[in-house]
Nanobody, 124 residues
Framework: QVQLVESGGGLVQPGGSLRLSCAAS????????MAWFRQAPGKEREFVAT????????YYAASVKGRFTISRDNAKNTVYLQMNSLKPEDTAVYYC?????????????????WGQGTQVTVSS
């Protein structure tokens, strides 16, 4: 099991940027595929982005493609989500998640380890 802690959330104006971090402990992240999900009030948790264990493959939800970038630094046991051109509809709690499998990468059920989440609010 790997412990995950997200940070970097906050309040930002529309059009602004934030960078989320997900720090891991307990095990090295280098063998895990990682993902970011988000959940807005009253909505189901939805897939945002994922990155393979080596960083060679990344996939994004259509709603964030071209605005968000997922990356990882296995030496620092950390995964990042750079969010640019933020919109009010990006407001949610953002969670990072880890999996040793990588077949249904957009399915929350694929991921066995989750962080506690960090709030992102986009508002003027």
């Amino acid at each position: 099991q790997v412990q995950l802690v997200e940070s970097g959330g906050g309040l930002v104006q529309p059009g602004g940027s934030l960078r989320l971090s997900c720090a891991a402990s307990g095990r090295t992240l280098s063998t895990y595929a990682m993902a970011w999900f988000r959940q807005a009030p009253g909505k189901e948790r939805e897939f945002v982005a994922t990155i393979s264990w080596s960083g060679a493959r990344t996939y994004y939800a259509a709603s964030v493609k071209g605005r968000f970038t997922i990356s990882r630094d296995n030496a620092k046991n950390t995964v990042y989500l750079q969010m640019n051109s933020l919109k009010p509809e990006d407001t949610a709690v953002y969670y990072c998640a880890a999996t040793l499998a990588y077949s249904r990468y957009s399915d929350p059920g694929e991921y066995g380890d989750w962080g506690q989440g960090t709030q992102v609010t986009v508002s003027s």
